[in-house]
């Protein structure tokens, strides 16, 4: 009897993406809920409904699996703030100001991003994938340096400040997004401001931007 074995169709690319982009969403709710060496690519797998040996054609294990999360959202931010670059014909002061804008806009718009972007380390692996091996540093902070540089240099700023000034803007950017997702959370284990008088974010974002903004304001030049 000729028994013919079934063919099994091959994935095409888009069902390939798709399915790649339910494993990166399903991957960071784990990291948020484990942390990144709670659980394992077994417990992935199971979620997904796939085989570990499946889920390794896409990741080969979690360490690359965080950065393949971890470098989706900062592609995703730099397609946003590149329009802003077009955009933009002012100074670097200026620029400086709408790129830390901007960046407390897309952080505070998804806390499990900010965790994973800037909080969680990545997970230690005995392997070492294809992403790893292309893995760059993402430059936000870099940049953001860059440009406080490149207006002391342009007389914008007293050089004497720029290193003050960045680093106290980064800390608003942290401090702002932690204190977003406080004012979010009720009814929780946690030090959250359940039970201290309310600010609306909005009033919240439009009280930081103005601080962000008279701190940018004292270190130009006269």
């Known amino acids: 009897m ?24 399903e991957g960071k709710k784990l990291f948020i809920q484990y942390g990144t060496q709670g659980f394992s690519t077994r417990i992935l797998a199971q979620r997904l409904g796939m085989t570990q040996p499946n889920l390794y054609n896409y990741v080969t294990s ?12 900062y592609d995703d931010y730099f397609k946003g703030f590149q329009n802003i ?12 100001y709408k790129l830390v804008e901007y960046l407390i806009e897309f952080l505070n718009a998804d806390y499990e991003r900010f965790q994973i ?47 003050e000034l960045f680093y106290s803007i980064y800390s608003y950017i942290l401090g702002v997004t932690k204190v977003r997702y406080d004012l979010s959370v009720s009814s929780k284990i946690s030090e959250s401001l359940e039970g201290f008088s309310s600010m609306p974010y909005k009033k919240y974002r439009e009280l930081i931007l103005k601080e962000i903004k008279d701190r940018i304001e004292r270190s130009r030049k006269k």
């Open 117 to 163: 972007m800037f909080i969680l380390s990545a997970p230690p692996s005995k392997r070492k994938g294809l992403l790893e091996k292309s893995y760059k540093p993402f430059p936000i902070l870099k940049f953001a340096l860059e440009l406080v540089e490149k207006a002391a240099k342009n007389n914008e700023i007293n050089r004497e400040m720029a290193m």
């Open 62 to 73: 979690k360490r690359e699996l965080w950065i393949a999360i971890k470098s989706k959202y």
């Open 85 to 96: 670059l077009d955009e933009h014909t002012g100074s670097y002061l200026d620029l400086f």
């Open 2 to 25: 000729n028994i013919q074995k079934k063919k099994t169709r091959a994935r095409s690319p888009e069902k390939k993406a798709e399915q790649f982009d339910k494993i990166l969403e």
